[in-house]
């Protein structure tokens, strides 16, 4: 079975460009989870979907960062303008929608805003 | 605000003995509790888990111990080997909520 898939796996751009995270879930997965790691705050919440509608975005740091689920096959999350304060690793994860069940993450994607 | 916590960054064990990680968390809401595994460059892994009902969880060599008491849980791999070398994360969530949160993870290394 086809994991999470997170693309691209490595992301280097300048300050102030638009950048775009994409993730396909685990087919039949109804959740969808934004993470991102740091090494000052760890691994952090930053939003997540149920059947493509967003739940919770406390996490979410600034207006700069949205995400959208259009259909369940397909999430972005989209930080415009970037800063290098973004850097870090953004994780996707997906899960059933069943009590007790655990979070499959993708293999992240690496984030570098120069 | 810090809800779960891994108060050791690191463990280092010698192969074939027992490595022992341990989580504490401060939301009494909490009732689902679940151990990642991460290498370099990959997502977290699921590992083992562990519902409030139970107090220990079992597969191969890996075992799971809560507390609810202290709210303390705890994760026994026995014996440890070369490939369990990697970050252990900690994750804590309540069955009528899907959000889970993670502690900052202990990393472990199995010297030979």
């Known amino acids: 079975d086809a994991g999470v898939i997170q693309s691209p796996r490595h992301e280097v751009t300048e300050m102030g460009q638009e950048v775009t995270l994409r993730c396909k879930p685990i087919?039949?997965?109804?959740?969808l989870f934004w993470y991102r790691q740091t090494m000052m705050r760890g691994l952090e919440l930053l939003i997540y979907f149920n059947n493509n509608v967003p739940i919770d975005d406390s996490g979410m740091p600034e207006d700069r960062f949205s995400a959208k689920m259009p259909n369940a096959s397909f999430s972005t999350l989209k930080i415009q303008p970037s800063e290098p304060r973004d850097s870090a690793v953004y994780f996707c994860a997906s899960s059933l929608r069943i009590s007790n069940q655990p979070q499959h993450f993708g293999d992240g994607t690496r984030l570098s805003i120069l | 605000d810090q809800q779960v916590k891994q108060n050791s960054p690191s463990l280092s064990v010698q192969e074939g003995r027992i490595s022992i990680l341990n989580c504490d968390y401060t939301n009494s809401m909490f009732d689902y509790f679940l151990w990642y595994k991460k290498y370099p460059a990959e997502g977290p892994t699921f590992l083992i888990s562990i519902s409030s009902i139970k107090d220990k969880n079992e597969d191969g060599r890996f075992t799971v111990f809560l507390n609810k008491s202290a709210k303390h849980l705890s994760l026994h791999i026995v014996p440890s080997q070369p490939g369990d070398s990697a970050v252990y994360f900690c994750a804590a969530g309540g069955s009528n909520d899907y959000k889970l949160s993670f502690g900052a993870g202990t990393t472990v290394t199995v010297r030979a």
């Open positions: 087919s039949g997965h109804d959740y």
